[in-house]
């Protein structure tokens, strides 16, 4: 069963600082990039950075390059997502994706970041 379970949201001020942890299992996870989206109320979901396990090649989306990092570590299966001076706007579910996607891959549950002003 494929899994990928996004983990490390929370509530914190405009300026600060989380890091998500997406950790997969099920798949062969040095054979797919992992990719992370969020979704804002009203809004569609939307590509935020995504790493290849393979050769480590890296996408931010524009709204985020400067200020978010992701990286991966393969003997764990588990990328990470670095989110610094956090902004209003960033408030959203994250989740976390194998890429290419699966028919049956579940977008899961994702984790809430809330950023106040």
């Known amino acids: 069963e494929v899994q990928l379970q996004a983990s490390g949201g929370g509530l914190v001020q405009a300026g600060g600082s989380l890091r998500l942890s997406c950790v ?9 990039a992992i990719g992370w989206f969020r979704q804002a109320p009203g809004k569609e979901r939307e590509g935020v950075s995504c790493i290849s396990a393979n050769n480590g090649k890296i996408y931010y989306g524009d709204s985020v390059k400067g200020r978010f990092t992701i990286s991966s570590d393969n003997a764990k ?18 989740y976390c994706t194998r890429l290419p996607r699966g028919r049956s891959d579940s977008w899961g549950q994702g984790t809430q970041v809330t950023v106040s002003s």
């Open 77 to 94: 299966n588990t990328v990470y997502l670095q989110m610094n001076n956090l902004k209003p706007e960033d408030t959203a579910v994250y």
């Open 24 to 32: 997969a299992s099920g798949f062969t996870f040095d054979d797919h």
